[in-house]
């Protein structure tokens, strides 16, 4: 089993649909993250759950909602999107030691989303 | 404000020399550092790390190098080769419950 996957791997959507994006970690880590990569630009850091907790919130529009129900699952729930929405979402999860460090982050295969 | 900088968007090199990537970062806090590689439409898989405590790790063709007092860190890719035509992060830790910081990557492509 690989360690982090993510389904679907393309989604095509309309701008009135609501989708959502899965994630899960097989790794036994305890911190798991939602970033966004547009084309030439750098990765986009989303939603942090550390410990289920969300943590940081990146200035995220409302019409991406995550969702963190235990460590080993993510999801990221998309409703009334955009074209320039469309973009490679990628999942990462990492072990996170209170009040020490964030471990190596470890990617899933991300995500293609197109919006038309 | 950029914390982790990668100044060179992209690199080519010919197949069998040395690759450089370089990474500099501001924030004095750092003390861990990564390198990712990302193919396109993939996630970035990870590659090395180093900790401050040392100036060199090495791990196979790949070395990462640590200069401290220069805020500054590189990755050596020796023999280049075409399988390692890609994006390469650069990323940035330090203690406390916070993500890495990541650079805006640097593309790779190694010319047969």
């Known amino acids: 089993e690989t360690g982090v996957t993510q389904t679907p791997r393309h989604l095509v959507m309309g701008m009135t649909n609501k989708k959502s994006l899965k994630c899960e970690q097989h790794?036994?880590?305890?911190?798991m993250y939602w970033y966004k990569q547009s084309a030439k630009k750098p990765l986009e850091l989303m939603f942090v759950?550390?410990?289920?907790?969300?943590?940081e919130n990146n200035s995220v529009p409302s019409r991406f909602s995550p969702e963190c129900p235990n460590s080993s699952h993510l999801f990221l729930h998309l409703h009334t999107l955009q074209p320039e929405d469309s973009a490679l979402y990628l999942c990462?999860?990492?072990?996170?030691?209170?009040?020490?460090?964030?471990?190596?982050?470890?990617f899933g295969p991300g995500t293609r989303l197109t919006v038309l | 404000d950029q914390q982790v900088k990668q100044n060179s968007p992209s690199l080519s090199v010919q197949e069998g020399r040395i690759s450089i990537l370089n990474c500099d970062y501001t924030?004095?806090?750092?003390?861990?550092f990564l390198w990712y590689k990302k193919y396109p439409a993939e996630g970035p898989t990870f590659l090395i790390s180093?900790?401050?405590?040392?100036d060199k790790n090495e791990d196979g063709r790949f070395t990462v190098f640590l200069n401290k007092s220069a805020k500054h860190l590189s990755l050596h890719i020796v023999p280049s080769q075409p399988g390692d035509s890609a994006v390469y992060f650069c990323?940035?830790?330090?203690?406390?419950?916070?993500?890495?910081?990541f650079g805006k990557g640097t593309r790779l492509s190694v010319i047969a």
């Open positions: 924030n004095s806090m750092f003390d861990y």
């Open positions: 990462a999860s990492s072990r996170v030691w209170e009040y020490e460090r964030t471990d190596t982050q470890y």
């Open positions: 990323a940035a830790s330090a203690v406390g419950n916070t993500p890495l910081v």
């Open positions: 180093i900790s401050s405590i040392k």
């Open positions: 790794l036994g880590h305890n911190a």
């Open positions: 759950y550390n410990f289920k907790e969300q943590t």
